[in-house]
């Protein structure tokens, strides 16, 4: 009998864990926090990797996307159960209570906003908190309303570069510069890793809209410009696309990475233009997935390489 409550309270532990993973939506925020761990250590005050203070972003960052999930999943409870994307979902599925994913957002936002502050800098704390409150509040509840919400959302999508670089400098402004070395930095080299990241969700989000659009039609989400899979979309989808080129160049630009990294990155985006179009000359969910899983692999790739060809400011 012992064996058998043993093996149930490990199952009933490990269902509930699962559950916490799927609420968070982990793979996701692994994304999210993986740009703002990047971007702080691409910062160039940031000379030696501690890897102390790189788990404690990584785990603030988990914990403040976390939330941001957490409310998104329990405010769209009605809505996910009626798509099969996110049916399962603990909320939806109603093995968790809207008054726990509540409260897990709460616990995990304050916890994650007050480590940005005591481990590193008000002005990255101030900046999260800000990301997840529009996630949450904002473009939650807009992308009934209207396709302007994949605009609104690419901000707090964007914003972990922001925070992860902010955390490394606590300088905000574009217009300031960093002293590192009697080598002076615009800081506007952090602005233009914002820039990448925040272009690449219009692509990136229009895709995966295109492919699920009966299910987010259901639901009654409203993310495709013109309301539906067609050649708007496609052409908006260039268009920003087109923009991430020279967008991209800027880390070079701003001295912050090399001449490697700028053209495995304007590879990238090229690569990026030419899915768009052919999404634009197909019209159909195969191109559309094409898009959408070259945009998957274009984060690791992109910030890895600005990484891995980082200029490094010594004395």
Same mark, same amino acid.
Not at 144 to 166: H, Y
Not at 190 to 213: D, E, R, T
Not at 267 to 295: D, G, T, W
């Given at each position: 009998?012992?064996?058998?409550?043993?093996?149930?309270?490990?199952?009933?532990?490990?269902?509930?864990?699962?559950?916490? @993973?799927? +609420?968070?939506?982990?793979? &996701? !925020?692994?994304?999210?926090? #993986?740009?703002?761990?990047?971007? %702080?250590?691409?910062?160039?005050?940031?000379?030696?990797?501690?890897?102390?203070?790189?788990?404690?972003?990584?785990?603030?960052?988990?914990?403040?996307?976390?939330?941001?999930?957490?409310?998104?999943?329990?405010?769209?409870?009605?809505?996910?159960?009626?798509?099969?994307?996110?049916?399962?979902?603990?909320?939806?599925?109603?093995?968790?209570?809207?008054?726990?994913?509540?409260?897990?957002?709460?616990?995990?936002?304050?916890?994650?906003?007050?480590?940005?502050?005591?481990? @590193?800098? +008000?002005?990255?704390?101030? &900046? !999260?908190?800000?990301?997840? #409150?529009?996630?949450?509040?904002? %473009?939650?509840?807009?992308?009934?309303?209207?396709?302007?919400?994949?605009?609104?959302?690419?901000?707090?999508?964007?914003?972990?570069?922001?925070?992860?670089?902010?955390?490394?400098?606590?300088?905000?402004?574009?217009?300031?510069?960093?002293?590192?070395?009697?080598?002076?930095?615009?800081?506007?080299?952090?602005?233009?890793?914002?820039?990448?990241?925040?272009?690449?969700?219009?692509?990136?989000?229009?895709?995966?809209?295109?492919?699920?659009?009966?299910?987010?039609?259901?639901?009654?989400?409203?993310?495709?410009?013109?309301?539906?899979?067609?050649?708007?979309?496609?052409?908006?989808?260039?268009?920003?696309?087109?923009?991430?080129?020279?967008?991209?160049?800027?880390?070079?630009?701003?001295?912050?990475?090399?001449?490697?990294?700028?053209?495995?990155?304007?590879?990238?985006?090229?690569?990026?233009?030419?899915?768009?179009?052919?999404?634009?000359?197909?019209?159909?969910?195969?191109?559309?997935?094409?898009?959408?899983?070259?945009?998957?692999?274009?984060?690791?790739?992109?910030?890895?390489?600005?990484?891995?060809?980082?200029?490094?400011?010594?004395?």
């Amino acid at each position: 009998m012992n064996k058998s409550l043993n093996s149930s309270t490990s199952f009933s532990f490990a269902s509930k864990v699962k559950d916490y @993973f799927q +609420l968070i939506k982990f793979t &996701l !925020s692994f994304t999210v926090v #993986f740009s703002c761990v990047i971007c %702080y250590l691409l910062a160039p005050n940031i000379v030696d990797y501690d890897l102390r203070m790189i788990i404690l972003l990584f785990i603030a960052g988990l914990l403040i996307t976390g939330s941001a999930n957490a409310i998104n999943q329990a405010s769209e409870k009605d809505t996910d159960a009626l798509m099969r994307r996110t049916g399962k979902r603990p909320v939806a599925a109603g093995r968790m209570s809207v008054h726990e994913a509540y409260t897990f957002a709460l616990v995990a936002g304050t916890i994650g906003v007050w480590m940005m502050f005591y481990f @590193f800098n +008000l002005s990255s704390a101030i &900046l !999260s908190a800000f990301s997840l #409150f529009l996630y949450a509040y904002v %473009y939650t509840p807009l992308k009934k309303v209207s396709s302007v919400s994949v605009l609104v959302g690419g901000l707090p999508g964007a914003l972990p570069c922001l925070i992860g670089w902010v955390a490394a400098t606590n300088i905000f402004s574009p217009f300031a510069t960093i002293n590192v070395s009697n080598s002076t930095i615009s800081n506007g080299a952090g602005w233009a890793l914002f820039g990448m990241q925040f272009l690449w969700q219009f692509p990136h989000f229009w895709a995966i809209a295109w492919v699920a659009h009966n299910d987010y039609t259901r639901a009654g989400f409203k993310l495709l410009p013109g309301g539906a899979p067609t050649k708007v979309t496609a052409l908006q989808a260039i268009a920003y696309a087109v923009m991430m080129v020279p967008v991209g160049v800027l880390p070079y630009f701003f001295g912050i990475s090399g001449q490697v990294s700028m053209w495995i990155v304007l590879a990238a985006n090229v690569f990026i233009v030419v899915q768009c179009i052919r999404l634009y000359l197909e019209l159909n969910v195969k191109a559309a997935r094409r898009v959408m899983f070259s945009s998957y692999i274009y984060l690791p790739v992109v910030f890895l390489a600005l990484l891995a060809d980082k200029i490094t400011l010594s004395s």
